[in-house]
Each structure stands twice: as C-alpha cells, then as structure tokens.
T-cell receptor, first 112, second 111 residues
Framework: GAGVSQSPSNKVTEKGKDVELRCDPISGHTALYWYRQSLGQGLEFLIYFQGNSAPDKSGLPSDRFSAERTGGSVSTLTIQRTQQEDSAVYLC??????????FGPGTRLLVL | RKEVEQDPGPFNVPEGATVAFNCTYSNSASQSFFWYRQDCRKEPKLLMSVYSSGNEDGRFTAQLNRASQYISLLIRDSKLSDSATYLCVVTLSGGYNKLIFGAGTRLAVHP
C-alpha cells in the first residue's frame, strides 16, 4: 500500500521567507510525527499529533515553527521568517498508536 | 550530554566480517529500544526492536543491558548491501512512541 508521502521533496528559499511543508500519512494511522535531521545530526523530534487530542509541541525549536493536522489526516509544518539554521531534512512519520513509525522520504529545506 | 550516544564511525569492514556497534542512553526511564537503518539521502527504516533477553534476526543480533544502559547491534557475515548508517533509538516510559535518536554509526562494507 501507499506509504507516507511528503511534499515538496526539495525546497530552496531565501532567509526571511515563510515555507510550508506537507505530509500525507498512511491511511488509518492516527498518530503523526514531525522530526528534523540537520547535517551530521540525529533526528530531532518536533511535534506529535494523535487523533483529536491536543498536539505535543514540546520539540518545536522556536515560535516561528507551527504545525496543523486537518481532519486527522494531512499535516502541514510551517516555518515563518526562515533562518539559515533551519536548513535540514524535515521528516514526517505516521503510525497506529503504539506501533512502528513509518517515515516519509522527507523534505530537504535549504535556506539561503 | 546527549540522550543517546553512538560512535559515529565510519566502520570500514570487508565483506564477510563481523561488526558490532554500541550505543548508550542516559535516561533510566527509557522503555523501548530499536535499531533503525538509514541509507544515504533516504528515510530511516526500522531494522529491529531490542529486547532485554536479546534477539536475533538472521545475521543481526541485538542486545540490551538495562543496568549499564547500553544497546548493541552485531552484524555477522557483512554484505555490501549492509552499508548504511545505523541509528540507535529509544522511547521513554509513560508516553507515546516519541523516538529519541542517536546521531548514527556509519558502516561501509567493501569487497
């Protein structure tokens, strides 16, 4: 079946611009996660959605970062006023609760 | 101190070699343990879960030592296709599956 999909696969933007990253989870997966992988670093948890519960935003690095999940399915991660240190691969994962997380291919973001 | 620490490598080994990776975690409340594999410019994929009793999946053996807070992965009879970065991952108790990743250990298997 279809896996997690993310778009765009690559994004180049100028410092100070806003960007939106999209994640389509696997159908039937109620849990959705965003992670960030900076060059040479491990994956860093950003935010978690589970059903209709309030999201866990504890990993968001600053208030320039926000995320939504509409209708319990598609999620968008928005970064406002991008900075060069935001350059990274942004990975989305989904799962059934308590089960294995499946990752999407990621969005490579480069802030010039 | 990082929550999950790994030797970044790279480990350069010939085909057929046995190679072992270790990982340490700092939070004694860690509950679940995994090894993920990540190929270059690809997403991480679950390789195997790690259980206290140790577990094996073909050429791969994982061990967990809760007292010392370390996890190991042993790969026997290395194949060229095993070349990848191996990520040590833990989750904390009392919550959902928020994954905490090590930075990874790079393995290069050569002919």
């Amino acid at each position: 079946g279809a896996g997690v999909s993310q778009s765009p696969s690559n994004k180049v933007t100028e410092k100070g611009k806003d960007v939106e990253l999209r994640c389509d989870p696997i159908s039937g997966h109620t849990a959705l996660y965003w992670y960030r992988q900076s060059l040479g670093q491990g994956l860093e948890f950003l935010i978690y959605f589970q059903g209709n519960s309030a999201p866990d935003k504890s990993g968001l690095p600053s208030d320039r970062f926000s995320a939504e999940r509409t209708g319990g399915s598609v999620s968008t991660l928005t970064i406002q006023r991008t900075q060069q240190e935001d350059s990274a691969v942004y990975l989305c994962a989904s799962s059934r609760v308590g089960e294995t997380q499946y990752f999407g291919p990621g969005t490579r973001l480069l802030v010039l | 101190r990082k929550e999950v620490e790994q030797d970044p490598g790279p480990f350069n080994v010939p085909e057929g070699a046995t190679v072992a990776f270790n990982c340490t975690y700092s939070n004694s409340a860690s509950q679940s343990f995994f090894w993920y594999r990540q190929d270059c410019r690809k997403e991480p994929k679950l390789l195997m879960s790690v259980y206290s009793s140790g577990n094996e999946d073909g050429r791969f053996t994982a061990q967990l030592n809760r007292a010392s807070q370390y996890i190991s992965l042993l790969i026997r009879d290395s194949k060229l296709s095993d070349s990848a970065t191996y990520l040590c991952v833990v989750t904390l108790s009392g919550g959902y599956n928020k994954l905490i990743f090590g930075a990874g250990t790079r393995l290069a298997v050569h002919p």
